[in-house]
């Protein structure tokens, strides 16, 4: 799934609107519905505001797999 579906996908699965989540994250629903339609990337700043609103990490959102290493 790319990213721009499972943005959308968590949306929908947390009863919001764009409009709604474009607030929460400080942009306008125009612009919001340009990366749900993957018509634009999405910048750290936006996908850290994404990941808490939704509660998910950004490994999620970029659709990489469970049990990734962290260094150290």
Known sequence: MEI???IRQLREDADLTQ?????KIG???Q???KYENGL???ST???KKLCELYHVSAD????????L???G
């Open 4 to 6: 721009h579906e499972i």
């Open 19 to 23: 409009m709604q989540v474009a607030e």
């Open 27 to 29: 942009t306008t629903r």
């Open 31 to 33: 612009y919001y519905n």
């Open 40 to 42: 634009h990337p999405i």
């Open 45 to 47: 700043q936006v996908l």
């Open 60 to 67: 999620y959102i970029l659709g990489l797999p469970k049990g």
């Open 69 to 71: 290493d962290w260094p």
